[in-house]
């Protein structure tokens, strides 16, 4: 029996009945769903959910799993959200260890104002006169209060120069 849209063929009565709610179109059961109203969530495993399973997206209201590389993922199927133990999130994609630098258990480019970023990647204290520096701990960028920035950071400015 051909049905209309929204409607399944009843294996009783040999008539068309309507999907359940939420879904919009339904096939072999009026509540095994194939597509969900558009009030009504995404559709997963024939079911119409409000919010996707956990290692799912929602893509024109469908849930697709995530790449095996994400926990969780947003957007796309690469885009993680989150990782599977053991892995390290950074700009959306999980890594076996941080490419750059871990911070209070936080993947991050830079490092905090204060300390600077070393070759391999760990983040060190820049001077005391230092409020932030590069590359090593005098090559400042500015200065710590009562300090002029001079190359590096001086309680007072050389003969013919002013602060």
Known sequence: MNCPSGSVASLNTSSCVPCNAPCATCTE?????TTCSSCCGSL???QCLTSCPVGTYSVNGTCQYCSY???TCLGSNTTCTSCP???VLYNGICY???PYVMIAGIC???CARGLYKTPVNTCLACDSTCASCENHPKNCTSCV???SLNGTCVK???INYFG
């Open 29 to 33: 059961h009026p509540s095994k769903c």
């Open 44 to 46: 997963f495993n024939f």
């Open 69 to 71: 590389s994400c926990a």
């Open 85 to 87: 133990s053991g892995k």
């Open 96 to 98: 076996d260890k941080c």
């Open 108 to 110: 991050t480019f830079n």
């Open 145 to 147: 209060t009562g300090f």
């Open 156 to 158: 007072a400015c050389p």
